[in-house]
C-alpha cells in the first residue's frame, strides 16, 4: 500500500493513503541502519499491521523530487517565504538566506510579506523595489484582515507548497485561513525583543484543497552559511545576470575588483543596494569559513 507522510512526531509518522484513511507507523529498523529518515512528504510504501486501529510500518521511502533540511520536507513544488513588513521589522539579510536556501535545492519561491496594514505604501514601495529582480513573485498581505489571501489561494492551488520564515510573522494565522479543520497554535510577539515565540513545533502536512497541501514549520532566526564555494554564490542573484558581463575581468566576485558592471549597476540604481549588501556579507561569510 502507498502513501504519503502528513505528519511525524517522536519516531512515529503518520501516513495518509487515499481512500483509506490515516496510518500510525513506524519505520523499519533498516532506515536507521542505512541512516535514511522519513521526511514528511516523503511517498512511501506501506505495510498494515493493524487494519482496526490503523496502524502500520513503514517499508519503503521512495525516490525523493526534492527535500529541505530546514523545514525538514521533501517533494515540495513550491515555497512561500514569509516575512512581515512591520512587527518584527523584516531582516532582509535572512530572508536573502531563505532565497538561496530555497534556490539551491530548485525550489521556486512566493515572497510573502504580511502585516501589510501595519505598513505605508512608502515602505510597500521600497520592499517591492529591492526584491524586484530576486526572480520571486511578491505578494503584500494581511492574514489578520484577510487582504490578499484569495491571491495567495490562487497561488496554491493543485501544488504542494512548504512554508517557511522567521518566528512571529505570522505563518500560522496565515494557514489558519487557508484551511479548516486544523487550527495551527499561534503565539504572541514579545514587545520586549519584537521577535515571535516558537510556535510550530513539528511540521505538518495539511490539506487545504483537492490536490493541495501545505506544510506548515517550525520558525527560526538565523541560518548558517551554505553549502558552496563563494563564486557560486552571484549565481543566485539573478539581478546579476545583466551586468557580470560587463565586468573588466574574468571571474569578477563584484566586491573589491575596478571595472565591475554589477557595482556600476547599483551606482545607477539598477540593483538594490540592499541586495548587494547582503550579497557582500554573505560572500565574506562564505570566503572565510572553514575548510576541513
Known sequence: MQGKIIRGIAGFYYVHVPAQGIYECKAKGIFRKNKLKPLVGDLVNLSILDEENKKGNIDEVLER???LIRPAVANIDQALVIFAVKKPEPNLNLLDRFLIMME?????CILVFNKSDLATEEEKQKLQEIYSGSGCEILFISAKQECGMEEVKALLQGKT?????PSGVGKSSLINKLQSGISMETGSISEKIERGKHTTRHTEFIPI???TFIMDT?????????DMEKEELEQFYPEFDEYRDCCRFNGCSHTHEPGCGVKEAIEERKISRERYENYKLIYEELKNKKKY
Open 209 to 211: 484543497g483537492d490536490d
Open 161 to 165: 507548497s512548504t512554508v517557511a520564515g
Open 104 to 108: 539551491q535545492k530548485e525550489i521556486p
Open 65 to 67: 523530487e526534492n527535500e
Open 218 to 226: 517550525p520558525g527560526f532566526s538565523s541560518l548558517a552559511v551554505f
